[in-house]
């Protein structure tokens, strides 16, 4: 089991991983940390395009690197990672390795972002109060006649004055809105 801590400045984000198996009792798991290193860090600058592998040095000084896109909000899942910049570049990390999977770019600024509970959609809180929703993968949909919605896509459905939104844990298809 991996767990993630992520926090992001202006112009990068950090990423704390822990790697504890769930078996191991407190002692084992003592001894075990004494013979491997069990948390990976790394800084990343909104710039640049991580593929993933890492030399395995921590370099603090990305994060005071200037950048002319700065970060807005973040989000993160299981398996994915999201930041979005006031341009409206939306960039989506895989979560395991830290590799830039694939950019998105929306004519609106961000304000919140916040992945379901299966992170197959995305919704998107920008700083006019619009809610609206992304597909992060590729959904069948029985009545459209293409077959499904295109990943990356904003969906029609929209929401004016919304201040907050909470997806449920158990189904990838509910939320709630403030």
């Not at 001894?31 to 395995?56: A, C, N």
């Not at 694939?102 to 959609?121: A, E, I, V």
């Not at 969906?155 to 709630?176: G, H, I, T, Y």
Request: proline share 2%; with cysteine; aromatic share 8%.
């Amino acid at each position: 089991m991996m767990k993630s801590v992520i926090a992001a400045s202006k112009e990068a984000f950090y990423v704390w991983q822990d790697r504890v198996d769930k078996k191991l009792t407190a002692l084992e798991i003592n001894q075990v940390s004494k013979t491997r290193k069990e948390g990976r860090e790394r800084v990343f600058h909104i710039d640049e395009s991580p593929s993933g592998t890492s030399d395995g040095t921590l370099n603090f000084a990305k994060a005071f690197t200037a950048t002319t896109d700065l970060i807005f909000c973040i989000t993160a899942s299981d398996r994915m990672l999201i930041v979005g910049c006031g341009s409206g570049l939306l960039q989506r990390y895989s979560l395991s390795n830290i590799s830039l999977l694939q950019k998105y770019s929306l004519t609106s600024r961000r304000y919140q972002l916040s992945l379901n509970c299966n992170s197959s959609r995305l919704t998107i809180i920008d700083i006019m109060g619009m809610l609206t929703f992304m597909d992060v993968e590729t959904r069948a949909s029985s009545g459209d006649a293409k077959g499904g919605s295109t990943a990356g896509d904003p969906s029609a459905f929209e929401r004016k004055d919304v201040w907050d939104m909470k997806w449920a844990n158990d189904n990838p298809d509910l939320f709630s809105v403030i």
